[in-house]
């Protein structure tokens, strides 16, 4: 029982991990082309692991 609950645990932390893994290098350039200033994109790529 305790083994499954590991795994569960372990599969929602690799989940989390691959999202930030895929988000997190392209969210600069998808704040870029809205227009987002330099500033802005260093608050929202420090505020999305945070979030």
């Known amino acids: 029982m305790k ?5 569960i645990i372990f599969a929602i932390v690799l ?15 998808l704040a870029e082309s809205i227009g987002a200033t330099a500033t802005q994109i260093g608050l929202l790529t420090a505020m999305y692991p945070l979030a």
């Not at 083994?3 to 795994?7: D, G, T």
């Not at 989940?15 to 895929?22: A, G």
């Open 3 to 7: 083994n499954r609950r590991l795994a």
């Open 15 to 29: 989940v989390d991990m691959l999202s930030f893994s895929i988000v997190l290098p392209l969210l600069p350039y």
